[in-house]
């Protein structure tokens, strides 16, 4: 009898400490990981819907995403991202990941005109729900789009990945 509670005490430990080490791939913020599989999803087009839907699942608020619309019957190419946040985030935190969001997607897909992202009604405000244009992200992000996806090193810094 004895014997059995220590097996289980210590299958116990073991799965506490394995569970512990495991990787969470819906962490909020892009990792080293995330930032590879970006660079490798380079030169998507809005039509590919997996590979877009690849892309927004490395990004910002990636466990937050709901709803991906492609619209790509004529031009200008558009996406729009709904989320569901909860209220913790801060409002600007949320703006500053939305700017990175649209950065990284406008220079992994060339043929994207306009992002748009939108909160459900039960998230927030509707105030976050915003669009960006390619004509004026990089004086948004204050960086050129060639320039965050020049390397996977140089996509990492403008993502702020740390040693993750």
Known sequence: ???????????????????GCSTNSDTPNPTKEDAKVLFENRDTY???N???S???????LQKYKQELQLQTQKQPYSMKVT???PDAYKT????????????????????VDKVTFQFDASSNDSSLNTTYERSTIEKVVLAKLADITKSQDDLASFLNVGSK
């Open 1 to 19: 009898m004895k014997g059995r509670r220590i097996v289980f005490i210590a299958l116990g430990v073991a799965l506490f400490l394995l569970a």
């Open 92 to 111: 600007e935190d949320i703006r500053n990941m939305l700017e990175k969001n649209a950065a990284v997607l406008f220079a992994l897909i060339p043929n």
């Open 54 to 60: 690849t892309i927004l699942q490395h990004l910002y």
């Open 50 to 52: 997996s590979a877009v």
């Open 46 to 48: 809005v039509g590919d």
């Open 83 to 85: 989320y569901g946040l």
